[in-house]
């Protein structure tokens, strides 16, 4: 099991930076691969950015890469999961959701795969 909880989230203008944070625990060590998802209003949920458990690998969606930064933060009983967003855009307007699955592989971009979830927090950018 793993609990998820993130924050950071706010309103911004475009060009502006934001932080999200997610404290996750539960497995201990942090072996367990994560990652940020986002929902737009009336789309899918997408893929933003992935993480193995090491943190020594990334991953990015291209309409994020060179702007976002994921990176962790592993202790013995808990992981700060952290999503920097630079020059944000009015299209990175989303509920974004850390996610998370008990995996030591490589971080998936398909929501299904990923068997923990946080309630999400909403980030919104004005142009």
């Known amino acids: 099991q793993v609990q998820l909880v993130e924050s950071g989230g706010g309103l911004v203008q475009a060009g502006d930076s934001l932080r999200l944070s997610c404290a996750a625990s539960?497995?201990?060590?942090?072996?367990?691969?994560m990652a940020w998802f986002r929902q737009a209003s009336g789309k899918d949920r997408e893929f933003v950015a992935g993480?193995?458990?090491?943190?020594?690998?990334?991953?990015?969606a291209d309409a994020v890469k060179g702007r976002f930064t994921i990176s962790r933060d592993n202790a013995v009983n808990t992981v700060d999961l952290e999503l920097q967003m630079n020059t944000l855009k009015p299209e990175d307007t989303a509920v974004y959701y850390c996610?998370?699955?008990?995996?030591?592989?490589?971080?998936?971009?398909?929501?299904?795969?990923?068997?923990?979830w946080g309630q999400g927090t909403q980030v919104t950018v004005s142009s």
């Open positions: 993480i193995n458990w090491l943190g020594s690998n990334t991953y990015y």
């Open positions: 996610a998370a699955d008990i995996s030591l592989g490589t971080p998936s971009t398909f929501q299904n795969d990923y068997a923990y």
């Open positions: 539960g497995e201990k060590y942090g072996r367990y691969l």
